[in-house]
């Protein structure tokens, strides 16, 4: 099995309303994640199978857009968001879902800095350089818990 890390795309400002949690996806954020989906099914060839994003609206909309695109399941998962980061939560789930697929499928965790590196640690068993931009992401192979690419290698 494959997990995909991803930030989510370009959201809005902050609003006085809704603040960090309902911030929506900007017209440009909402592509990102559509040429995110694109780039993993038509150049890295990979069958993504399941987004999981966070509950905060910018990470739900990405996570949408990526699924839609590969047929995928959807599903907003607490565990990824800013206030319940829960790694462990990650792990069983990950465990869980890797009895389920194998080689080149692929499980998306879509979510927010800073704990998108703390979930390429938590998969790769390694600390990520990477600059995580929005909408960029990275490749890890599950079982060899190696970084195989990223938004910049494909």
């Given at each position: 099995?494959?997990?995909?890390?991803?930030?989510?795309?370009e959201?809005?400002?902050?609003s006085?309303?809704?603040?960090?949690?309902?911030?929506?996806?900007?017209?440009?954020?909402?592509?990102?994640?559509?040429?995110?989906?694109?780039?993993?099914?038509?150049?890295?060839?990979?069958?993504?199978?399941?987004?999981?994003?966070?509950?905060?609206?910018?990470?739900y909309?990405?996570?949408?857009?990526?699924?839609?695109?590969?047929?995928?399941?959807?599903?907003?998962?607490?565990?990824?968001?800013?206030?319940?980061?829960?790694?462990?939560?990650?792990a069983?789930?990950?465990?869980?879902?890797?009895?389920?697929?194998?080689?080149?499928?692929?499980?998306?965790?879509?979510?927010?800095?800073?704990?998108?590196?703390?979930?390429?640690?938590?998969?790769?068993?390694?600390?990520?350089?990477?600059?995580?931009?929005?909408?960029?992401?990275?490749?890890?192979?599950?079982?060899?818990?190696?970084?195989?690419?990223?938004?910049?290698?494909?």
């Open positions: 099995m494959l997990v995909i890390v991803m930030r989510h795309g959201a809005q400002g902050f006085s309303l809704g603040g960090d949690r309902n911030r929506e996806l900007t017209y440009n954020g909402v592509k990102q994640a559509q040429q995110a989906g694109k780039i993993l099914a038509e150049q890295a060839k990979i069958q993504v199978k399941e987004v999981l994003a966070s509950d905060y609206l910018r990470a909309q990405t996570g949408a857009e990526v699924a839609k695109i590969h047929q995928a399941k959807f599903n907003p998962f607490r565990a990824l968001s800013i206030s319940h980061e829960d790694l462990d939560e990650v069983v789930k990950l465990e869980t879902l890797a009895q389920e697929y194998q080689g080149n499928q692929a499980v998306v965790l879509v979510s927010h800095i800073p704990i998108v590196y703390d979930l390429v640690a938590l998969v790769a068993g390694t600390p990520s350089s990477f600059p995580f931009h929005t909408g960029n992401f990275v490749v890890i192979d599950y079982e060899t818990k190696k970084i195989i690419g990223n938004s910049n290698s494909y």
